[in-house]
């Protein structure tokens, strides 16, 4: 069995004149949280329709589970909460999840039971006869990742899954993630909460234009440090014997702001001003944000759209 539940190389999707996805090249491991990030237009939705069998590509080549797109039995794995859900208001949360769970070929105590243990899990148990028109946009969305999951699946899609939720919303949804990773089970998270992204997933592509851009590790991550620097008596040549250490970003009369590419340089920048004569009143070191690399690789078309 391979340790890959999503590969795909090239990808694309014209409509008409019009290209939606250019070149969607990349791979999901087995139990990995996996990030899909760029700006509304990117191609993001005819991706994830692709890659779930909705639509079919125009060229290239994918594999979902082992298997090529569309393909039924795979498709049968595959769990999906979309962004915008319509489910029918008139059901309860409890006879939403018996539909869908006999759509999956469930029935009987197995279903029954599964409804219970996923009902108990997004904290729904007392909302459960309930019609869904009397739900909250927070309930809607629990109840939407309990039908998600309802099959047990080896890959979950989940698209802006912790939209309308509150902090403690957000925080079920997160340590549902987790434990579908620590079950094997992968996830396919699309959000515009980098907050959420960068707390949750272990990588993420960047996706520009309809082109995959840019991959980028968020589990011990080795990307550069940017370091901030509260400084006295900085004169110009400490300033340009700084960059010996790394990139100056910025400076003024009290702050200086270096990128490095390793910690250990810190100590030796620490020496190095106090030689020169400064007096060093802080030092702060991090990696550069998920929000500020989003901004950094998508330029123009990170602006508001």
Same mark, same amino acid.
């Not at 070929?105 to 459960?128: F, K, N, P, W």
């Not at 309930?139 to 990742?145: C, D, E, T, W």
């Not at 993420?204 to 011990?220: C, P, Q, S």
């Not at 940017?226 to 400490?238: H, Q």
């Given at each position: 069995?391979?340790?890959?539940?999503?590969?795909?190389?090239?990808?694309?999707?014209?409509?008409?004149?019009?290209?939606?996805?250019?070149?969607?090249?990349?791979?999901?491991?087995?139990?990995?949280?996996?990030?899909?990030?760029?700006?509304?237009?990117?191609?993001?939705?005819?991706?994830?329709?692709?890659?779930?069998?909705?639509?079919?590509?125009?060229?290239?080549?994918?594999?979902?589970?082992?298997?090529?797109?569309?393909?039924?039995?795979?498709?049968?794995?595959?769990?999906?909460?979309?962004?915008?859900?319509?489910?029918?208001?008139?059901?309860?949360?409890?006879?939403?999840?018996?539909?869908?769970?006999?759509?999956?070929?469930?029935?009987?105590?197995? $279903? #029954?039971? /599964? *409804? !219970?243990? =996923?009902?108990?899990?997004?904290?729904?148990?007392? @909302?459960?006869?309930?019609? &869904? %028109?009397?739900?909250?946009?927070?309930?809607?969305?629990?109840?939407?990742?309990?039908?998600?999951?309802?099959?047990?699946?080896?890959?979950?899609?989940?698209?802006?899954?912790?939209?309308?939720?509150?902090?403690?919303?957000?925080?079920?949804?997160?340590?549902?993630?987790?434990?579908?990773?620590?079950?094997?089970?992968?996830?396919?998270?699309?959000?515009?909460?980098?907050?959420?992204?960068?707390?949750?997933?272990?990588?993420?592509?960047?996706?520009?234009?309809?082109?995959?851009?840019?991959?980028?590790? $968020? #589990?011990? /991550? *080795? !990307?550069? =440090?940017?370091?901030?620097?509260?400084?006295?008596? @900085?004169?110009?040549?400490? &300033? %340009?014997?700084?960059?010996?250490?790394?990139?100056?970003?910025?400076?003024?009369?009290?702050?200086?702001?270096?990128?490095?590419?390793?910690?250990?340089?810190?100590?030796?920048?620490?020496?190095?001003?106090?030689?020169?004569?400064?007096?060093?009143?802080?030092?702060?070191?991090?990696?550069?944000?998920?929000?500020?690399?989003?901004?950094?690789?998508?330029?123009?078309?990170?602006?508001?759209?």
């Amino acid at each position: 069995m391979t340790d890959r539940v999503i590969e795909t190389r090239g990808l694309r999707k014209r409509f008409g004149a019009k290209v939606a996805v250019a070149d969607l090249s990349l791979s999901v491991g087995r139990g990995e949280v996996f990030g899909f990030l760029g700006p509304n237009g990117a191609g993001k939705t005819t991706s994830l329709k692709m890659l779930l069998g909705l639509i079919e590509p125009s060229a290239g080549t994918a594999r979902v589970l082992g298997a090529p797109l569309g393909n039924r039995a795979a498709r049968a794995r595959v769990g999906f909460l979309p962004e915008h859900f319509r489910f029918h208001e008139w059901l309860t949360g409890h006879e939403l999840l018996l539909f869908h769970g006999r759509l999956y070929g469930l029935s009987g105590s197995v $279903l #029954r039971s /599964r *409804i !219970d243990e =996923l009902l108990t899990r997004v904290d729904l148990v007392e @909302a459960a006869d309930r019609a &869904l %028109r009397t739900y909250s946009k927070g309930m809607l969305q629990r109840v939407g990742l309990a039908q998600a999951l309802l099959n047990q699946p080896d890959l979950v899609f989940l698209d802006e899954p912790t939209s309308g939720l509150d902090p403690i919303g957000r925080l079920l949804v997160r340590d549902v993630i987790h434990e579908l990773k620590a079950n094997g089970t992968a996830v396919f998270l699309n959000s515009h909460l980098l907050g959420e992204i960068e707390a949750t997933c272990d990588r993420v592509v960047f996706l520009k234009a309809g082109r995959t851009v840019r991959e980028l590790e $968020l #589990r011990g /991550r *080795i !990307d550069r =440090l940017e370091v901030e620097l509260r400084v006295e008596g @900085a004169g110009a040549e400490t &300033l %340009r014997g700084l960059e010996r250490f790394g990139r100056r970003m910025s400076a003024d009369s009290e702050s200086i702001r270096l990128e490095v590419a390793e910690r250990d340089e810190l100590p030796r920048i620490a020496s190095f001003l106090v030689e020169q004569g400064a007096q060093i009143y802080g030092m702060h070191a991090a990696r550069p944000s998920l929000e500020r690399i989003f901004l950094e690789v998508m330029g123009e078309d990170g602006r508001p759209g």
